[in-house]
């Protein structure tokens, strides 16, 4: 990325040094040499504080369906601001969201906001528990959950310890994970009913919650089969488990999440990332017995949650105008143009005769350096040599204009159309020549 070797990025990158560890605050941020610094953000551009300009398909990792800036949500939110920003008291932009948000969906009779989506997923697993009396979460291999150490099991195993296909291993990401806690870790293989029915039956009785993203980005973006899912309900059913879907990123796919254009009703759904306005935000929505864990009942508060941030009127607020204008029409137009972008890639592709393809649904998409889209994460998982192409393909997009998630990855925003994609398409194919160049030198 040589945009980011030199002028005031990397100053501030060599004082950023100095006192955060490894110059970020979010590893994300960390590739192929200094990160860039936003200057601002425009719609579906940002302009670094070199003054280079890009069109940006990362939206801060699927945060901003409306793109940067959105006139609507800095008018709101500088009115909440002039009231105040957060209170030890509630505020009714809180119930407000939450009347939206269930209204969305008839899987959501109650709804509790966090800060963030890790904050979600871990109060799903928690209610879990609470509501079951049990300890263990089943979850798909491969699967990003967020930033809890259970949610952290196996999302990133590789060959030398992940294990058998047909019974895979519980692999902890941080080092110090107690021991403990991994075995409280179920792994399933991702859209292998049979397989997963197997594993399950194996520890009847002790699931607290079978854990599923319907559109795992760290699998491959590859949407969740019905038939697991079908299967995955059926199972949690009959065993007293909950089922429990991440659609932090997701819910974009439809008006009420991936989980309606699937037809299931999950005990609980995490949220996050767009549902915010472009605001740290997080929420759990599910059953009204299950979210009764947080509320006094015959026995109790079972799951006390509190945060001193969570549901802060100003996210609150971002987060109602964002998704009151995210309705069924501009949710069909988006996915309408996530589909010129899948379909135009896959042309790009052809033409330029490379070995790659493009995985994703709705207003997702994710370029894989492999000639066909991957099954499951040990078919997503990258060699060295599709690493290297893919780093050089990202490398290239940033110096030509375009910012992408760096593992091939975007998310459109409602600022985006298809002049956007189609500049997108012409500088991926010059990205995939030079690819091509460099190999034969």
Not at 104 to 114: A, C, G, H, P
Not at 189 to 207: R, S, V, W, Y
Not at 376 to 397: D, F, G, V, W
């Amino acid at each position: 990325m040589t945009n980011s070797a030199a002028g005031k990025s990397a100053e501030i990158y060599e004082r950023a040094m100095a006192v955060l560890p490894g110059g970020v605050s979010r590893n994300t941020l960390l590739y192929d040499g200094p990160p860039l610094y936003a200057d601002r953000g425009v719609g579906c551009r940002i302009i670094d504080i070199d003054g280079v300009e890009r069109i940006d398909f990362s939206n801060n990792m699927a945060s901003h369906i409306h793109g940067h800036a959105f006139a609507p949500i800095v008018q709101a939110v500088s009115d909440q601001m002039q009231r105040g920003s957060a209170f030890t008291m509630a505020t009714e932009a809180e119930v407000r969201f939450a009347e939206h948000l269930c209204g969305r969906s008839s899987n959501f009779d109650k709804i509790r906001f966090v800060n963030s989506g890790t904050e979600a997923v871990m109060a799903g697993m928690k209610a879990a528990r609470a509501f079951t009396g049990r300890a263990k979460i089943a979850k798909v291999e491969g699967s990003y959950h967020g930033a809890y150490d259970y949610a952290e099991v196996s999302q990133a195993p590789g060959p030398e310890n992940w294990g058998e296909i047909d019974r895979p291993s519980a692999v902890p990401l941080a080092h110090g994970t107690p021991d403990g806690l991994v075995g409280d870790m179920v792994i399933l293989p991702f859209n292998d009913p049979n397989t997963a029915i197997d594993i399950l039956n194996q520890h009847k009785g002790e699931i607290a919650a079978v854990l599923v993203d319907p559109i795992p980005h760290r699998i491959g973006m590859i949407p969740v089969a019905a038939d697991f899912v079908r299967a995955l309900r059926d199972w949690a059913t009959q065993d007293g488990a909950l089922l429990f879907f991440d659609e932090v990123i997701t819910f974009r796919t439809e008006v009420g999440g991936m989980q309606d254009r699937l037809d299931v009703r999950p005990d609980l759904t995490a949220m996050g990332k767009m549902i915010g306005g472009g605001f740290p935000v997080g929420a759990l929505a599910g059953s009204e017995s299950v979210m009764g864990v947080f509320s006094e009942g015959n026995q109790g508060i079972r799951l006390p949650l509190s945060g001193t941030f969570s549901a802060n009127p100003v996210t609150m607020t971002a987060g109602y105008v964002a998704m009151s204008l995210f309705d069924e029409r501009s949710v069909r137009e988006l996915n309408a143009l996530g589909d010129y972008a899948r379909e135009s890639l896959t042309q790009v592709i052809r033409t330029a005769d490379f070995p790659a393809c493009v995985a994703g649904t709705g207003s997702l998409f994710r370029i894989h350096m492999k000639t066909e889209p991957p099954r499951n994460y040990r078919e997503a998982y990258a060699t060295s040599l599709e690493k290297r192409r893919l780093n050089h393909l990202i490398s290239y997009l940033y110096d030509n204009g375009f910012m992408m998630i760096h593992t091939g990855s975007a998310a459109l925003s409602t600022a985006m159309g298809r002049q956007e994609i189609d500049r997108l398409c012409d500088t991926i194919h010059d990205g995939l020549l030079s690819i091509k160049s460099q190999a034969a030198n």
